[in-house]
């Protein structure tokens, strides 16, 4: 105890001194705080205000609650498509089990195609077109072609044990009263015939159309030439499907507007897709008739496909090009089942090539068939990307997310850019007509399809609500089609993940918080897509780290899987796996539109002071006399000063300097040295580097801090500082104390990009120099149109033209009398054999190859070089007549032939 309160006597205080290298402070007032930050409350404040209380149906943990229930609908359907008459004519069996507490009195179906009748509250809502800008020809087609189209169901009847129910259609949805109610556990089953003409891709953007391959078109009337046609048809929300009923929204009653996608319940479905007999159909579901509709070899290939990871054809080229030549003879039914999912679509063609492979399924001993089926207009990149892609999302999404339940997988090439059903995807991008592709197409096909099958997981599987929140299927998605993209090929470009990418829409003018309705989200892509998978990437690389992330995305995909999540369940889940808050990090970046933007305001480096007075007061000698002198003590060194005159005014003040060691000082030192005892004196001498890294928050989401500290010898140390820096700061500023052996001498935030930072210019200390270059425009600055000058030209061209002419004829001539085409040169004035730009004619002596010329005259026109297409080229016949060639391709010809025999050049 006495040791102790001696050295409290002492009462050192350790004083630092900074030197003033690297304090620079930049120009914002560090008493200022970002509004934004403040005007909103605690970043840190939990979300319990917001979420949904907890249940017995939805648990605080995030999880399904031991009440959880959901509905179930299986269907048997039948369909017959006439590619005739392009209509789908279908009935189904609906079995509809209502497992909810509730008695049900009415069932409510969505009948998706009503989306495209004239009187649709999505057409009807929808915005003009902006017509101060040019419109492509696809958008006066679909004006045309929609004005006489007629979209929507007809003939809808619903009957249950032959008696017609009573329905009442509002828009997309139908309300099927029921004869007698439905209580809790029971089934209802009913049956609903339909018919409706199917969009054709030049109408309407639509999730499910078809498309005419080959050439023209024999729905426009102006009579383009019709050759090879061939459909393909993209079949999905064809049927008539039940709307959810849910524990949070009762039924879902947010009519189909065309952005929000859909809300569905899960059951087991059978489909009969009937199609004419020299047709292909893949749909969601295994294939139960292989015998009706595939040949004994194909049967045979199909089976080796299923033990084979490199993709074999089911249907090749050949067979595909000899069924979509073939006239059909009658019909043929493809039987497929599909058990436990929310939907099925299917594609249908004559056209289609078919390849499959085997794709294991990680985490199983299980592998699903992947497939693809395409027009030879896809190739060659469909059958060497599309399977792989199927089967690559397969072996991806299996680890990061669930494993793949169902037998198959499939990509349909036709006219739908990008769509996802269960099992089935439809995706759009063909190469060039000539087999070539740029790299934006291939990467475009095996992203979408990534993408697309990618969809399998949200929403097919983790049932969420895309009308009511796309995010939490394109989002999720997006996040998952990033991870596969990147182990597809290292330098994978992604489009979306990157932090850096989603900058300009967070700082953009036109946006939404992610959570938003799907339908009132203004660019999608970026709200709903890119910045809920940008978040998860930072959630995982910067925030919670790569083993806490996946483990608590796997669980949320586990307890959510064939269930019905919502954004609560999901930020719940995320914490509650994790075991880290992440309250701030929803509201930052779910429920703001705030961007992310820290500044390094400042950076001060502190050493211990040392006790010894030589060494400290030496110190500060050294710091006092290095500075500058000021302007005037400059000036004043050589000043005549009064002490000079009068010696007696110099006293001992007069050489007194403050920072001289004195004896005083040197008692006191070893005075504290012997109090200290050896381990205190040796701390209170550290030689340990402090530097105090103030930071700014001027973009308002909480960030975490990763720091590059560069020390004096080059070396380098990551930091990561928690965002939760922000919650203890109470404000826009948060400053920390860095310990280090070595002096930092470098300071740099975000320096790997993994934050989204706005503005990387303030995050190093200290500042650089900027560098960048500027491009000289090498071309004379235009004055826009001038048609004084095309004017002109047009005038020189037809003088040009006409002396050309005369010249030609009189080569003609020359020919006729069995003298050489040159020979006319020398007959002519000079001045006359130059064009209207100054440059002699050339003239060409010798036959040319096929086109019965033996001489040419050219002018190079305008350009004054000879090959453009603004030459003027006469021929000379082997009759003697002169005749003008037309300007574009043709001079080219001839100039190759006219020096490959050696022609005369006149002038
Ligand atoms: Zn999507």
């Not at 030197?19 to 934004?36: C, F, Q």
């Not at 990008?418 to 197409?441: A, H, L």
């Not at 050489?820 to 040169?825: D, E, F, I």
Request: proline share 6%; hydrophobic share 35%; with cysteine.
């Amino acid at each position: 105890m006495p040791a102790v309160a001696a050295i409290a006597a002492v009462s050192i205080a350790l004083a630092f001194g900074a030197p003033p290298d690297i304090s620079l402070e930049r120009g914002s007032n560090p008493n200022a705080v970002a509004p934004s930050v403040l005007n909103e409350g605690d970043p840190f404040r939990q979300l319990d205000e917001t979420l949904p209380t907890p249940s017995e149906t939805r648990t605080a943990s995030g999880a399904p609650g031991p009440r959880y229930w959901q509905q179930k609908a299986d269907f048997d359907i039948q369909v017959t498509l006439d590619p005739k008459a392009a209509e789908l004519i279908g009935n189904q069996r609906v079995r509809y089990h209502n497992n909810s507490p509730d008695e049900l009195r009415y069932l409510w179906m969505q009948l998706d195609q009503n989306r495209f009748t004239d009187n649709a509250l999505g057409e009807r809502a929808n915005p003009a077109p902006d017509l101060s800008r040019p419109q492509g020809i696809g958008f006066m087609r679909s004006i045309v072609e929609n004005r006489e189209w007629e979209g929507g169901y007809r003939d809808v009847l619903v009957t249950s044990s032959g008696a017609t129910l009573h329905t009442v259609v509002v828009d997309t949805m139908m309300r099927i009263d029921l004869p007698a109610p439905l209580g809790s556990g029971g089934t209802f089953e009913f049956d609903v015939s339909w018919r409706f003409k199917v969009v054709k891709s030049t109408v309407a953007r639509a999730r499910s159309c078809y498309e005419l391959l080959g050439e023209g078109d024999p729905d426009v009337k102006d009579g383009d030439k019709v050759k090879d046609l061939a459909p393909i048809y993209d079949m999905a929300q064809f049927y008539p499907r039940m709307a959810p009923y849910s524990d949070v929204r009762g039924w879902q009653h947010k009519q189909f507007l065309g952005q929000g996608e859909f809300a569905l319940d899960f059951g087991d479905f059978t489909l009969a897709v009937t199609v004419p007999d020299n047709w292909t159909v893949g749909a969601s579901g295994e294939l139960q008739n292989e015998g009706d509709v595939l040949s004994a070899e194909q049967r045979e290939r199909l089976s080796a496909a299923r033990n084979d990871e490199k993709p074999r054809f089911v249907i090749t080229p050949e067979e595909a090009a000899a069924r979509r030549a073939a006239t059909p003879t009658g019909t043929k039914t493809w039987k497929f089942v599909a058990k436990n999912v929310r939907d099925v679509a299917f594609g249908a063609s004559p056209t289609f090539i078919w390849d499959a492979a085997k794709a294991p399924i990680p985490g199983t001993d299980r592998a699903a068939l992947a497939m693809s089926f395409y027009p030879v207009e896809a190739e060659p990149l469909w059958s060497r990307f599309s399977t792989h892609a199927v089967a690559h999302t397969i072996d991806s999404y299996s680890r990061h997310a669930y494993p793949y339940p169902y037998p198959v997988a499939i990509s349909v090439n036709g006219p739908v850019g990008g769509m996802e059903y269960p099992m089935i995807s439809f995706n759009g991008p063909r190469p060039e007509k000539d087999g070539t592709y740029s790299q934006g197409t291939k990467l475009g096909l095996i992203g979408v399809v990534i993408h697309e099958v990618g969809h399998n997981w949200f929403p097919m599987i983790v049932n969420s609500d895309e009308r009511q929140w796309t995010w939490m299927d394109e989002g999720l998605n997006t996040f998952c089609q990033y991870l596969a993209e990147q182990e597809w090929e290292h330098k994978y470009p992604s489009g979306r993940g990157e932090p850096e990418k989603i900058i300009e829409y967070m700082t953009s003018a036109d946006q939404e918080p992610i959570m938003t309705n799907s339908e009132s989200v203004r660019r999608l892509g970026a709200n709903a897509y890119a910045k809920p998978a940008t978040a998860l990437n930072i959630l995982r690389e910067t925030v919670l780290g790569r083993e806490l992330f996946d483990y608590a995305f796997l669980e949320y995909c586990r307890r959510w899987a064939f269930k019905r999540p919502e954004p609560a369940d999901f930020f719940r889940t995320m914490e509650d796996a994790s075991g880290v808050d992440l309250d701030w990090f929803w509201r930052g970046w779910f429920y703001s539109t705030r961007p992310v933007d820290i500044a390094i305001e400042k950076v001060t480096r502190y050493t211990v002071e040392p006790l010894d007075p030589v060494a400290s007061k030496g110190a500060k000698k050294v710091e006092r006399d290095g500075r500058a002198k000021t302007l005037s003590e400059q000036r004043n060194a050589e000043l005549a000063v009064r002490v000079d005159r009068f010696p007696e005014l110099v006293d001992f003040y007069s050489t007194f300097d403050e920072l001289e060691v004195t004896a005083e000082d040197r008692q006191r030192f070893k005075r504290i040295v012997s109090q200290l005892g050896d381990r205190d004196g040796e701390l209170a001498q550290s030689k340990l580097s402090f530097t105090i890294v103030r930071l700014r928050n001027n973009g308002g989401v909480p960030s975490p801090l990763p720091l590059t500290l560069t020390f004096a010898d080059d070396t380098t140390q990551d930091v990561t500082l928690p965002a939760e820096i922000w919650r203890f700061a109470g404000g826009a500023q948060a400053s920390k104390l860095i310990v280090t052996d070595q002096e930092i001498v470098r300071v740099e935030l975000d320096r790997y990009r993994e934050t989204a930072d706005r503005d990387p210019s303030d995050n190093m200390f200290p500042q650089e120099i900027e560098r960048s270059t500027f491009a000289v425009e090498p071309r004379d600055r235009g004055n826009g149109a001038n048609p004084m000058r095309t004017a002109q030209e047009s005038t020189v061209r037809e003088a040009t033209r006409k002396s050309a002419e005369s010249l030609a004829k009189r080569v003609a001539e020359a020919v006729k009398a069995g003298r050489s085409a040159g020979s006319v040169l020398t007959d002519v004035d000079a001045k006359d054999l130059k064009d209207g730009w100054g440059v002699s004619f050339m003239v060409l002596d010798g036959a040319e190859q096929g086109s019965g010329a033996i001489a040419q005259l050219i002018s190079a026109g305008p350009d004054r070089a000879v090959g453009g297409d603004d030459d003027i080229t006469f021929i000379v016949t082997s009759t003697g007549d002169a005749l003008e060639r037309a300007a574009a391709g043709g001079s080219r010809g001839g100039r190759g032939g006219g020096r490959g025999r050696g022609g005369a050049r006149g002038g």
